[in-house]
């Protein structure tokens, strides 16, 4: 079946029971055993019907075999980061999520597993940093929040070629599987905080991760149930209900945003934007190659500095203040001081003057003229 097709029913056959069209919120913590030992679901944290219908729907729009379900992105990225071991090192992009900086220096770091950042735009620089111990790289694609663009099929021919033999884990939170899938590029994981796009109304937190190797979905089972992160099934229904449009609305949230990026890049009060839909961008071929649009993320920096930032993100109407993205509404925010404030003071840290948008489904000429108001107040020169 083809994705959009995929979309509406991966995983989710009516219902044996009574037919249900839509995939029943197994709201139960315990299941009754047939004799003791012998059931096919015996306590929700190990697996509920629900949950199993989310993990195959999102494994298969992958091109995947295997689907894990967790109660966020964070936890599905500690999950991962629970294979390696003391004496481990990462190597990751050096503009990530800052929870994924905050989870690697300051939870793992502890424990002897060290991570090191790199711009994974340039192989030659992750050639030169790979290290005998690297046991895991990881890649954002577009990255979060300066939309750098990785070659994955390149990365994963280079990670493979490494002796350490280390694991390609691709975030594809910002891209979703509808724009891009790693699996089929070469990457080994893929991680989603499904909060994002896969659920698309900012309505439940979710992670997920798809692979396609046995014995290392294993070792993941084991610690999804081990360590008891799972989702309730009220939030894998929200998730798959929201999936069935994803199509939809990754194509109108693309449009939406190339639109954007090129009006903000003629506007006088900006000075640079980042979307790598915009032909100079330094990904935009790699981009163009690798995903079937360029996304619904996209940021700029406004002239005069952090106060005039934040004076943009306060006076705008239709774009909310907040954090998060992916959502159907447009959201706005300053990265530096809210999702990355755990970069300040680092390498990865981000301008202040840096505005994220996640541009939604509204009509596009209402979003543009709420961003010119706000910018009303922005010098331009």
Known sequence: MRFDTLAVHAGQPPDPAYGAVMTPIYQTSTFAQKRVGEAEYDYARTANPTRTALQQ????????????????????????LRLLRPGDHILA????????????????AIYGIHASFVEMGDLDNVRAALQPNTRLVWVETPTNPLLKIADIAALAELVRSHAARPWLVVDNTFASPYLQQPLLLGADIV?????????????????????????????????????????????????????KTLPLRMERHSANAQRIAEWLAAHPAVSRVFYPGLPDHP???????????????????????????RQVVERTRLFTLAESLGGVESLIEVPAAMTHASVADSPLAVDPALIRLSVGIEDVDDLIDDLAQALAIAPTA
């Open 283 to 309: 990904g935009h071929a790699t981009a163009r190659r690798q995903m079937r649009a360029f996304g619904g993320m996209v940021s700029f920096v406004v002239k005069g500095g952090a106060a005039v930032a």
């Open 191 to 243: 991680v989603h905080s499904a909060t994002k796009y896969l659920g698309g109304h900012s309505d439940v937190v979710n992670g997920v991760i798809v692979l396609n190797d046995d014995a290392l979905h294993a070792q993941l089972k084991f610690l999804q149930n081990a360590v008891g992160a799972v989702p309730g099934p009220f939030d894998c229904f929200l998730v798959l209900r929201g999936i």
């Open 57 to 80: 729907c999102v494994a298969a729009l992958e091109g995947g075999k295997h689907g894990l379900a967790f109660a966020s992105g964070m936890a599905a990225i500690d999950t991962v």
């Open 93 to 108: 992009s050096n503009d990530v999520y800052g929870g994924t900086y905050r989870i690697f220096k300051r939870v793992y």
